[in-house]
T-cell receptor, first 115, second 111 residues
Framework: TAGITQAPTSQILAAGRSMTLRCTQD?????MYWYRQDLGLGLRLIHY???????GKGEVPDGYSVSRANTDDFPLTLASAVPSQTSVYFC??????????????FGEGSRLTVL | DAKTTQPPSMDCAEGRAANLPCNHS???????VYWYRQIHSQGPQYIIH???NNETNEMASLIITEDRKSSTLILPHATLRDTAVYYC????????????FGSGTRLQVQP
């Protein structure tokens, strides 16, 4: 079972360029999330989606956008990257209410460096 | 969601039990205690969760005090592969709400 797949695993990006981090899950989970993790800090929520067609802002949404056209995919876009967006990005998903243990399933992360 | 407090770091000898404490004194009645760990730079991994009763699975045991203001995650026989950052999280179990991660406890298992 693939679970959650993130791509790319690593990327170096020039400041001002745009970038989309891809996230795909094959578990038919309704909810999906994007977190960023900076050195020495915990994970911070960027955006989330409770179900296909809906999205919401997390703790640090500025400079990022997301879309949820279908259940499986939840891409994160940086329209104009800045060096402060250098981070490791984790995508996660969780099952719907009623079938949930509350467990989040995480991908392996995408390491982004903005120069 | 209630705030949690964990020690920043702990050491444990390989083969011994690792007991990781978590304080959540402001927990409310419908909030669950979750434990996750993050090994090196991998994505966080779910370990266990509970409401008021002690819980055990193949990975660990969770002991929650009677007043629910604190809990302890127990790894019964720590191995080098258990070296990781362990996060204690308190959350209402809606199944769709994101988790809020603190800075966790860095557990170093020593050979």
């Amino acid at each position: 079972t693939a679970g959650i797949t993130q791509a790319p695993t690593s990327q170096i990006l020039a400041a001002g360029r745009s970038m989309t981090l891809r996230c795909t899950q094959d578990m038919r989970h309704n909810a999906m999330y994007w977190y960023r993790q900076d050195l020495g800090l915990g994970l911070r929520l960027i955006h989330y989606s409770n179900t296909a067609g809906t999205t919401g802002k997390g703790e640090v949404p500025d400079g990022y956008s997301v879309s949820r056209a279908n259940t499986d995919d939840f891409p994160l876009t940086l329209a104009s990257a800045v060096p402060s967006q250098t981070s490791v990005y984790f995508c996660a998903s969780s099952p719907e209410l009623g079938r949930s243990t509350g467990e989040l399933f995480f991908g392996e992360g995408s390491r982004l460096t903005v120069l | 969601d209630a705030k949690t407090t964990q020690p920043p770091s702990m050491d444990c000898a390989e083969g011994r039990a690792a007991n990781l404490p978590c304080n959540h004194s402001t927990i409310s009645g419908n909030e669950y205690v979750y434990w996750y760990r993050q090994i090196h730079s991998q994505g966080p991994q779910y370990i266990i969760h509970g409401l008021k009763n002690n819980e055990t699975n193949e990975m660990a045991s969770l002991i929650i005090t009677e007043d629910r203001k604190s809990s302890t995650l127990i790894l019964p026989h720590a191995t080098l592969r258990d070296t990781a950052v362990y996060y204690c999280i308190v959350r209402v179990d809606t199944g769709r709400r994101a988790l809020t991660f603190g800075s966790g406890t860095r557990l170093q298992v020593q050979p």
